[in-house]
């Protein structure tokens, strides 16, 4: 691997630090090479704090050493004001000479202006290191703003037989298909992405959290699909553990709100689109969460709410565990097609990772 390459690779990795904390900004990773040897390293702090330039550069020792370094950054460095100052000024501050960037932000906020301020100041710049590999790293950033919709992530476990749950059930509970360890994937995954979704007959089946509790992390925004809106307030996911977002049908329903029938609670609130337009449900929905800001979310289930995704070909990843267990009758997988990305064992499941190419 080349020198470039081999410090850019080092920005990728420090960025993933601060998967899950930074958004609305990029997790983005810097690192700061003076003689062929590191002297600094930083990544994006939570939302509110330091950009990944600034914390690589205030962790250098020598200061005095900055002009005559290479800083390293896993996306372009930004060139405007927002909750801090433009990371570019401050590179230019300190006179740093050469700046390798790993790909340029798309975001209409920097969108090159960043590169064209430090050539400007006489820095030498080169652009598209790993170019292919940051974009990667930045996919929930890059959808976002290029796509106006979230990163979509579908996730489910299913049987050896290839049902997602049981014909009927005893209790109101979820039936496990998989083991603890997955499990507890499943949670990390939540503390990573901003917003989990569901359909209204999920949370009737299993009356779920969906929080993070195995894990150690910030709980995703709930997003439930209740067309009808028939789903008791009572349940666990309009509790005061996170956000609840509620999407309903448009007719009838936003009367019913006009009038009165439903009161906004702390942490839960209500947005409409149209059901009945079956070709667009998806659409719609990805349409309310990028006017909330979300930039990515694992949709859970059930069965018809990750189809509807599935069909309107809504989707980027697909999360899908293979439990050592047999239903032989009761709800069926979904039906989707898409090239492989990596398949592991965790104990005695199975996980397949694919890509909505």
């Given at each position: 691997?080349?020198?470039?390459?081999?410090?850019?690779k080092?920005?990728?990795?420090?960025?993933?630090?601060?998967?899950?904390?930074?958004?609305?900004?990029p997790?983005?990773?810097?690192?700061i090479?003076?003689?062929?040897?590191?002297?600094?390293?930083?990544?994006?702090?939570?939302?509110?704090?330091?950009?990944?330039?600034?914390?690589?550069?205030n962790s250098?020792?020598?200061?005095?050493?900055?002009?005559?370094a290479?800083?390293?950054?896993?996306?372009?460095?930004?060139?405007?004001?927002?909750?801090?100052?433009?990371?570019?000024?401050?590179?230019?501050?300190?006179?740093?000479?050469?700046v390798?960037?790993g790909?340029k932000?798309?975001n209409?906020?920097?969108?090159?202006k960043?590169?064209e301020?430090?050539?400007?100041?006489?820095?030498?710049?080169?652009?598209?290191?790993?170019e292919?590999?940051?974009k990667?790293?930045?996919?929930?950033?890059?959808?976002?703003?290029?796509?106006?919709?979230?990163?979509?992530?579908?996730?489910?476990?299913?049987?050896?037989?290839?049902?997602i749950?049981?014909?009927?059930?005893?209790?109101q509970?979820?039936?496990?298909?998989?083991?603890?360890?997955?499990?507890?994937?499943?949670h990390?995954?939540?503390?990573?992405?901003?917003?989990?979704?569901?359909?209204?007959n999920?949370?009737?089946?299993?009356?779920?959290?969906?929080?993070?509790?195995?894990?150690?992390?910030?709980?995703?925004?709930r997003?439930?699909?209740?067309?009808?809106?028939?789903?008791?307030?009572?349940?666990?996911?309009?509790?005061?553990?996170a956000?609840?977002?509620?999407?309903?049908?448009?007719?009838?329903?936003?009367?019913?709100?006009?009038e009165?029938?439903?009161?906004?609670?702390n942490?839960?609130?209500?947005?409409?689109i149209?059901f009945?337009?079956k070709?667009?449900?998806?659409?719609?929905?990805?349409?309310?969460?990028?006017?909330?800001?979300?930039?990515?979310?694992?949709?859970?289930g059930?069965?018809?709410?990750?189809?509807?995704?599935?069909d309107?070909?809504?989707?980027?990843?697909?999360?899908?565990?293979?439990?050592?267990?047999?239903?032989?009758?009761?709800?069926?997988?979904?039906?989707?097609?898409?090239?492989?990305?990596?398949?592991e064992?965790?104990?005695?499941?199975?996980?397949?990772?694919?890509?909505?190419d």
């Open positions: 691997m080349k020198p470039h390459e081999t410090f850019i080092r920005c990728l990795q420090i960025a993933e630090n601060g998967l899950g904390t930074t958004r609305p900004n997790m983005v990773g810097s690192v090479v003076y003689n062929n040897q590191i002297i600094g390293e930083g990544f994006t702090s939570a939302y509110g704090g330091n950009h990944a330039e600034v914390n690589a550069i250098v020792k020598d200061k005095s050493l900055l002009k005559k290479t800083l390293y950054v896993s996306l372009e460095p930004c060139s405007h004001f927002g909750k801090t100052p433009p990371c570019s000024d401050l590179i230019i501050k300190h006179q740093i000479p050469n390798v960037i790909c932000d798309d209409s906020l920097v969108a090159g960043g590169i301020k430090l050539k400007n100041a006489g820095c030498n710049v080169i652009l598209g290191v790993l292919s590999e940051c990667a790293h930045h996919k929930r950033f890059f959808t976002f703003h290029n796509k106006k919709r979230p990163y979509i992530i579908l996730k489910w476990a299913e049987t050896l037989d290839g049902f749950a049981p014909e009927t059930k005893q209790e509970k979820p039936v496990w298909i998989t083991n603890a360890f997955s499990r507890q994937l499943v990390k995954w939540r503390a990573e992405e901003q917003a989990i979704l569901v359909g209204a999920a949370v009737l089946q299993d009356n779920p959290h969906l929080t993070v509790r195995d894990w150690t992390g910030q709980n995703p925004i997003i439930v699909l209740d067309k009808e809106r028939m789903l008791s307030k009572e349940l666990r996911v309009f509790n005061n553990e956000e609840t977002l509620v999407i309903c049908n448009e007719t009838e329903n936003r009367k019913k709100i006009l009165g029938d439903v009161q906004k609670i942490n839960w609130h209500l947005e409409f149209n009945n337009l070709t667009a449900v998806a659409q719609q929905i990805c349409e309310v969460l990028f006017n909330h800001g979300i930039q990515s979310v694992i949709i859970e059930g069965s018809q709410t990750l189809q509807t995704f599935i309107e070909a809504l989707w980027d990843e697909a999360r899908v565990f293979t439990g050592n267990v047999l239903f032989q009758s009761g709800v069926k997988a979904p039906r989707f097609s898409g090239p492989l990305i990596s398949e064992k965790i104990s005695t499941d199975i996980l397949k990772i694919y890509s909505n």
